[in-house]
Nanobody, 113 residues
Framework: QVRLVESGGGLVQAGGSLRLSCVVSGGMFRIYAMGWYRQAPGKQRELVANINSAGGTNYADSVKGRFTISRDNAKNTVYLQMNNLKPEDTAVYYC???????WGQGTQVTVSS
């Protein structure tokens, strides 16, 4: 059974930074593609960024140049570095194994203006 646990969310002012972490247990992390998703109130969940097993990355247009996804296979952890945060980045952020039912519990990110 794969388990994902996110951390690192919080309240930050616009222009600030946060780093989210997602620790994965119960599987072979190094072979997994991983994704960060977010869901704002009243909106559908959307992909923020993903990273494949070789380290290749992909970003939503809305976060390109501000967010960076990375992984540490020795720690079974995927990160999302978020810089120059905007109020529209406010959402619950989830990590997931894409195309599976494996999701974390989510971590709240709130950006004040």
């Amino acid at each position: 059974q794969v388990r994902l646990v996110e951390s690192g969310g919080g309240l930050v002012q616009a222009g600030g930074s946060l780093r989210l972490s997602c620790v994965v247990s119960g599987g072979m992390f190094r072979i997994y593609a991983m994704g960060w998703y977010r869901q704002a109130p009243g909106k559908q969940r959307e992909l923020v960024a993903n990273i494949n097993s070789a380290g290749g990355t992909n970003y939503a247009d809305s976060v390109k140049g501000r967010f960076t996804i990375s992984r540490d296979n020795a720690k079974n952890t995927v990160y999302l570095q978020m810089n120059n945060l905007k109020p529209e980045d406010t959402a619950v952020y989830y990590c997931s194994l894409p195309a599976t039912d494996y999701w974390g519990q989510g971590t709240q990110v709130t950006v004040s203006s």
